[in-house]
Structure formats: C-alpha cells, structure tokens
C-alpha cells in the first residue's frame, strides 16, 4: 500500500523556520518525482514545489522562491521541505504528493498533510 | 503562468443529477488537465488525468472531456459520496496551478 506521512508542522514566529518531513513506503521512491501542496484555511489548493526523482530538477513558487528549499533523500524514502523566513500567509495545510508521469504527471497519491502555523 | 478558472464556483444538486464543471486555461495546456475531488479535512484524491483517462478505482460516473483550452468534469449521476469540493489543476509546466474549486453541495 502506497503511503506518504508528512511531520513536522506546528506553530512557528513570523521569521522563523521548519523543515517538513514526508516519509513514504510501498513504492520505489526513486523511481517518482515529488512535490509539495499547500492549502490556507479555508482556501484552495497552491502548488509549492517540484523535485525529479534525481534531485536534479526543482521548480518553486514565485511565492517561496528563496525562502523554500525542496530536498529528498532516496535512500530514507524521504522527502523534505525547509521554511526560511516565514509568514503569515505561508499559514496552511502542507500536503507532498507523488507524480505519476514525471514532470507533467499527475498527483496521484497524497500525504495526510501537516499544519504550519505562522504567528506571533 | 497559467492561470485556470473554474464555473460554476459551487452548486446544488440533487441525488441522481447530472452535474457537470467547467474549467478554462488562459493558454495552451494540451491534454496536462487533472481533476481532483477533496472532502472536509481530508487530502485530494485524483478523479481524471490527462483530462479524459479515469484514475484506478474512481467510479465510472465520473467523465472529463476537452475542447480547446476548455476542460469539462461531468458526474452522470450523483450519489452522496460525491459531495466534495472539485479543483482542476495543469500540469503542462510549472507554476502547476489550480483551479480555484467548485463546491457541490446538498440541494
């Protein structure tokens, strides 16, 4: 069974940093790109980042460009993103999730997500 | 970037209905449309990718179809698991956006 657990949310200051983990198990993490989805309270659905299955392409939003650093680990089966520099509006719900298909591929299974909340 | 709009913004249907969601690329998307279905507090799930193939397990209820940069989601018929909220996302080049949502409810 495919399964993606993203840790490490909580409550951070406005300028701080956390780094999310998303750990995944019942595929071959190697074989898949990855990416990171958030979602405000209340709000819809923004795509954060992209990560080939070598690390050797990554793609940001312009709205954490420089401040958000994607990484992934293939020999945990892990994913990560780290956090520089929060702000409020970085408050949500960040979800990882697999691409099927490469680069244009869909998102076809998702993590439970981990809530990052960013107040003073 | 490309940006993607979605109609109606949320609707009322009943059981049985036949409901159907369009959603518009301000650009060329070829067929990179996916459609996602998300219920209260939980993750996405995948309905339909490349705007016409129909996700492992998903019901055949559901359908997509294209026309030019214009993308339909269609539910035949309406059944109560499917009151959710519907985004569309491209996934031809990055930033991969997403539609703003269409929230189906009770009628």
């Known amino acids: 069974e495919v399964q993606l657990v993203e840790s490490g949310g909580g409550l951070v200051q406005p300028g701080g940093s956390l780094r999310l983990s998303c750990a995944v198990s019942?595929?071959?993490?190697?074989?898949?790109?990855m990416n990171w989805v958030r979602q405000a309270p209340g709000k819809g659905l923004e795509w954060v980042s992209y990560i080939s299955s070598s690390s050797s392409t990554i793609y940001y939003a312009d709205s954490v460009k420089g401040r958000f650093t994607i990484s992934r680990d293939n020999a945990k089966n892990s994913l990560y993103l780290q956090m520089n520099s929060l702000r409020a509006e970085d408050t949500a719900v960040f979800y990882c999730?697999?691409?099927?298909?490469?680069?244009?591929?869909?998102?076809?299974?998702w993590g439970q997500g981990t809530l990052v909340t960013v107040s003073s | 970037d490309i940006q993607m709009t979605q109609s109606p913004s949320s609707l009322s249907a009943s059981l049985g209905d036949r409901v159907t969601i369009t959603c518009r690329a301000s650009?060329?998307?070829?067929?990179?449309l996916n459609w996602y279905q998300q219920k209260a507090g939980k993750a996405p799930e995948v309905l339909i990718y490349?705007?016409?193939s129909l996700q492992s397990g998903v019901p055949s209820r559901f359908s997509g179809s294209k026309s030019g940069t214009d993308f339909t989601l269609t539910i035949s018929s309406l059944q109560p698991e499917d009151f959710a909220t519907y985004y569309c996302q491209q996934s031809y080049i990055t930033p991969f956006t997403f539609g703003p949502g269409t929230k189906v409810d009770i009628k």
């Open positions: 019942g595929f071959t993490f190697i074989n898949y790109s």
């Open positions: 999730a697999r691409a099927k298909g490469g680069y244009s591929g869909y998102f076809d299974n």
């Open positions: 490349a705007a016409s």
């Open positions: 650009q060329s998307i070829s067929s990179y």
